[in-house]
Structures are given as C-alpha cells and as structure tokens.
C-alpha cells in the first residue's frame, strides 16, 4: 500500500468536497495498493476515508492480506453491498468510480450508503497522471525494450512475410527481453496499409518496394511502451520524403515545446500546423497523443480541446501521421515525460527515414 499515493488522492478528494470515495478499477486499486486482480463479473473494490482503507475481495481472489489497512472479504453467495454499505460514511457523499456499473451503485444508493453520490475518478486519475520516479523508472525500461524490439521488427521484413506473422512474432520477442508481453495488439501495416491509422494486422503479405509501420509496446513490471516508426524498403520518391519529413518536423517541433505549464492544446497545435503549412491538413486524422502508464491509454489527451498545463511527471505520446488512402501513411511516435524544467524523450530509435535492405 502506498500511503504517499493514496494522501495524494485524498488531498484530491478533499478538494472536490469530498471525504471518501469508493474505487473499483482495478489498475487503480494496483496504483493505490499494490494488489491487483482481475475480477471478471464479481465485485472488487477499495473504500478510501480519512479513517484507512478498506479492500472488498471476493474469497476467490489471491489473498489480498496486508494490502489495504481493513480487508472485507465475502463468497459468490454473499451480497457485498450491505458490507459496503456498512463501511460508509452515511451521513457524508461518497465519490464513486466512473467504471462503477449501475448494477452495484443504483443497490448502494438504495442502501443508503452515503447522503450523495458523485464521480470521484478524477481524483484518482490526477494522481495516476504525474508519475513518481520509481514509475519513471519503470517507463524508461519499457521504452527502452521496446526500442530494442522495434530493431527486430525492421528485420523481419522479407518478401512474403505476412503483417500477422511479424505481430505474432513479436510477442516472443517481447517474452525473450524479459517483457510481460504486449500493451496492445502490434499495428504491422505494409503499403497503402497504413494509410488506415488502426489498420488490424493481416495476411497482407510484404511485397518490396512497400513502406512499413510498425506502432508497437509491450509491459514491463506493469508500466506500458507505445512506439511507431515508419520505414522505407527502396528510396523514397520526392513525394514519400516530403510526407515522411513533414511528419517528423512535425513530431520534432511539438515535443521541443513541452515543459511545466504548457498547455496540452499547444502541443498539438504545434504539430498541427506544421502538417496543416505543408497542405496535409486534412490527412492527420487524429489527436497527437494520449497519456500512459498502467494503461496504455490513460485519461487525459494531447489535443486541440485540452487545455490544461502540462506537469511534472506526465507522460504522454507524441504520435503525428499523415494518412494518404491508397497511397502512404506515415506516423513517427515517442513517449514524452514532462521533467521539472522541460522535457525527457523516451525512445530513441532514429527518426530519421530508414531504408531497410530486404
């Protein structure tokens, strides 16, 4: 249990005007904790009050002994919500997880649990956003690794080779490098392929002559890598490298702003007008990026509509594309940490355009 975490959630709360809160997702009862379950269909959760913490397990679960100040545990039999219930402050709301189903809340409203009701997530997710440094940590190996693996990726491309079996592959690769396996399934995309941003990969089989993406992560010690390059597999033409460095200008100048108190929307714009001044505008399809950490998508994007100044320990993608149907598509992704007085790149894989020998 980290107490240092869950002050930092409480301070959250309290500034909401609230008191306790019921979480019941379970990356960020991990977060909090240290324990983590997946609990399918059953009920899982963690009171939090000024008073401790309590950890409501099913007895099916790994024994979750020593990971919360109380622990509640209960049998497929038992109804959980009277003993959560019980556990409440009645007479305070109660702040509740936005992944709380009604089929628990709307019984916990009838209970009476608490005088109101009201989505707490923000407080748990403004915590999870700026990592400490031990999360930091964690973040760079799983960067790192995933550099590695984008190095075997390139060398797998030959004639023939399918994207499914260069994704499929991937995963022991991940495996031997000590990583738990993939964030995400791999995007492995040849040709006009990836000009579809979430093209699923396929049979397509490698023809040479084609582009190849490859947007890839994998987990290390819970903590997610995302990463995309783009390669070529014969020299580009004038139009393939005016796109390819577009994109990279593009991706180059937006994190060379970010810092403390920049705002999100910034970021994007930056990126945004570069790929807009070079007349593809309407062919960078998506936000910049999103942020990361437990989870590979974590509340809290770099785009246009998020206005809120970038902190200290943030971690984000920084992933502009240019997308041309039938043509190309080319996306250059890095993670970006937001240092005390700047910024920290956490791929280093070349952006440059790369032509692989196959």
């Known amino acids: 249990?980290?107490?240092?975490?869950?002050?930092?959630?409480?301070?959250?709360?309290?500034?909401?005007?609230?008191?306790?809160?019921?979480?019941?997702?379970?990356?960020?009862?991990?977060?909090?904790?240290?324990?983590?379950?997946?609990?399918?269909?059953?009920?899982?959760?963690?009171?939090?009050?000024?008073?401790?913490?309590?950890?409501?397990?099913?007895k099916l679960f790994p024994d979750a002994t020593g990971f919360a100040?109380?622990?509640?545990?209960?049998?497929?039999?038992?109804?959980?919500?009277?003993?959560?219930?019980?556990?409440?402050?009645?007479?305070?709301?109660?702040?509740?997880?936005?992944?709380?189903?009604?089929?628990?809340?709307?019984?916990?409203?009838?209970?009476?649990?608490?005088?109101?009701?009201?989505?707490?997530?923000?407080?748990?997710?403004?915590?999870?956003?700026?990592?400490?440094?031990?999360?930091?940590?964690?973040?760079?190996?799983?960067?790192?690794?995933?550099?590695?693996?984008?190095?075997?990726?390139?060398?797998?491309?030959?004639?023939?080779?399918?994207?499914?079996?260069?994704?499929?592959?991937?995963?022991?690769?991940?495996?031997?490098?000590?990583?738990e396996g993939y964030s995400f399934d791999p995007i492995v995309s040849f040709g006009a392929n990836a000009a579809d941003p979430h093209h699923e990969s396929d049979d397509t089989a490698f023809v040479p002559g084609q582009t190849v993406l490859f947007d890839v992560g994998c987990i290390w010690q819970g903590y997610c890598s995302d990463m995309t390059r783009t390669f070529f597999t014969v020299e580009p033409n004038a139009h393939q490298l005016e796109v390819y460095e577009t994109v990279r200008r593009a991706n180059e100048a937006a994190a060379a702003i970010v810092a403390p108190g920049v705002e999100f929307a910034k970021i994007d714009g930056v990126a945004r007008g570069i790929i807009t001044d070079a007349g593809y505008g309407p062919y960078f399809t998506h936000r910049l990026g999103h942020q990361i950490g437990l989870e590979v998508h974590e509340p809290g994007d770099v785009s246009g509509n998020h206005h809120e100044p970038v902190r200290p320990g943030q971690i984000f993608s920084i992933e502009p594309g240019i997308y041309l149907e039938g043509d190309i598509g080319v996306r250059i992704e890095d993670l970006c940490l937001v240092t005390e007085d700047g910024h920290e790149i956490l791929n280093h894989y070349p952006h440059e355009a790369i032509v692989l020998q196959v």
């Open 1 to 58: 249990m980290s107490k240092q975490r869950i002050r930092r959630v409480m301070d959250n709360l309290e500034a909401a005007g609230l008191s306790q809160a019921l979480i019941c997702d379970p990356m960020s009862i991990k977060y909090l904790t240290g324990y983590y379950t997946f609990p399918h269909e059953r009920f899982f959760a963690l009171y939090l009050s000024d008073k401790g913490t309590t950890l409501f397990c099913n």
């Open 69 to 179: 100040d109380r622990l509640v545990t209960f049998s497929d039999t038992d109804d959980p919500l009277p003993l959560v219930a019980a556990a409440c402050e009645r007479g305070a709301a109660l702040g509740v997880d936005k992944n709380l189903p009604a089929r628990w809340l709307l019984p916990l409203m009838d209970l009476g649990a608490a005088q109101g009701f009201s989505v707490a997530s923000d407080a748990v997710d403004a915590a999870r956003s700026a990592k400490d440094e031990e999360e930091r940590a964690l973040m760079r190996e799983a960067s790192r690794l995933n550099d590695v693996a984008m190095g075997w990726l390139a060398a797998q491309v030959h004639e023939g080779v399918t994207e499914r079996a260069i994704a499929e592959g991937l995963l022991g690769a991940y495996r031997r490098l000590g990583s």
